[in-house]
T-cell receptor, first 114, second 111 residues
């Protein structure tokens, strides 16, 4: 297993366009998390899944954001009608429920909205 | 909602000096984790603390979890240039589920 994989690594989009990111977690991990990180800040929680069920979504997240994990494996995060304030690094992480080894993060997708 | 605060935001030290970062939660935590993020990289898990008053060591790194399970600290003895990066604490509330990350402490080490 090569760890958590995220695609694309970079995305530049025009304001108002929709974007979709993909995350492939470690195969044995049943939990998958999406975080957003801006420069000089810690990762900010967006949403998480246990298997295919979305268990929690941040109240800070607008309706323009949606995430899916259809078969309990990979996940997608879609942002509709992007705004300049959406520019950030979007991090995906996975973990095994009950395990002691924390989250394994992917390298992230850097979104720039112009 | 649950908030996790970290101080200081930045710390510049001379190689060989010690370094400490402090983490405080607005609510009691079930556990706390620490991560390191190198410049341009992603957070990497260091350790998890679960018990009240717990102390764990990893070589030159010492991690503590407060008695009330609301605060934690990371201490690095005799820093090296390889310690450069941002250290984050992340707390999980009693309801389980997600981790809430602090803002991080950015450590720079001058050789």
């Amino acid at each position: 297993d090569t760890g958590v994989s995220q695609n694309p690594r970079h995305k530049i989009t025009k304001r108002g366009q929709n974007v979709t990111f993909r995350c492939d977690p470690i195969s044995e991990h049943n939990r998958l998390y999406w975080y957003r990180q801006t420069l000089g800040q810690g990762p900010e929680f967006l949403t998480y899944f246990q298997n295919e069920a979305q268990l929690e979504k941040s109240r800070l997240l607008s309706d323009r954001f949606s995430a899916e994990r259809p078969k309990g494996s990979f996940s997608t995060l879609e942002i509709q009608r992007t705004e300049q304030g959406d520019s950030a690094m979007y991090l995906c992480a996975s973990s095994l429920e009950g395990a002691w080894d924390g989250y394994t993060f992917g390298s992230g997708t850097r979104l720039t909205v112009v | 909602g649950q908030q996790v605060m970290q101080i200081p935001q930045y710390q510049h030290v001379q190689e060989g000096e010690d370094f400490t970062t402090y983490c405080n939660s607005s609510t009691t935590l079930s556990n706390i984790q620490w991560y390191k993020q190198r410049p341009g990289g992603h957070p990497v898990f260091l350790i998890q603390l679960v018990k009240s008053g717990e102390v764990k060591k990893q070589k030159r790194l010492t991690f503590q979890f407060g008695e009330a399970k609301k605060n934690s600290s990371l201490h690095i003895t005799a820093t090296q240039t390889t310690d450069v990066g941002t250290y984050f604490c992340a707390g999980r509330g009693n309801q389980g589920g997600k981790l809430i990350f602090g803002q991080g402490t950015e450590l720079s080490v001058k050789p």
